[in-house]
């Protein structure tokens, strides 16, 4: 597989992802995991779970594990890929989302849509708890 085409794999697994954050990056990391091991095979489980760790005790956001990943799958531009990737669509969609839901702030609707997606980001949270925890 040439550089080019892992960095439009690259993009075609973290952008979709990035739309699925709810409840903030730790959400995603079991459909990470998933993807980068079980379906791509660009590590094993046990070089995630070390990208993890080292994502988590070095400073700053904790995306980094895209950065790390798309740095090992396809160098320099992978590890741009990766992280614009995961960053670009949700910039755009929370721009969108932010304009909708200050126009029509403590509608019904919005009061409801929060309250269903409370448990719904937590059972993601969860998920990738247990995927870490099978990986160890």
């Known amino acids: 597989m040439t550089a080019p085409s892992r960095c439009a794999a690259l993009f075609g697994v973290f952008a979709p992802l990035s739309i699925a954050t709810i409840g ?3 959400a995603i990391i079991a459909d990470i995991q ?3 091991v079980d379906v791509h095979h660009w590590m094993t489980a046990t ?5 993890f760790a080292i994502a988590r005790m070095a400073p700053g956001p904790g995306s980094l594990l895209a950065t790390l990943i798309g740095w090992q799958v396809a160098g320099f531009w992978g590890a741009v890929v ?4 995961l ?3 949700t910039a755009f969609l929370i721009y969108g ?5 200050r126009r ?3 509608a019904r609707w919005q009061v409801a849509l929060e309250a269903g997606l409370r ?3 937590a059972g993601m949270i969860l998920a990738s708890v247990w995927v870490l925890l099978q990986a160890l």
């Open 24 to 26: 903030g990056g730790q």
């Open 34 to 36: 998933r993807q980068v």
């Open 47 to 51: 070089q995630f779970v070390n990208d």
């Open 82 to 85: 990766a992280t614009l990737a």
């Open 87 to 89: 960053f670009g669509p």
């Open 97 to 101: 989302i932010a304009h909708v839901w």
């Open 104 to 106: 029509h702030q403590g």
């Open 119 to 121: 448990p719904v980001a």
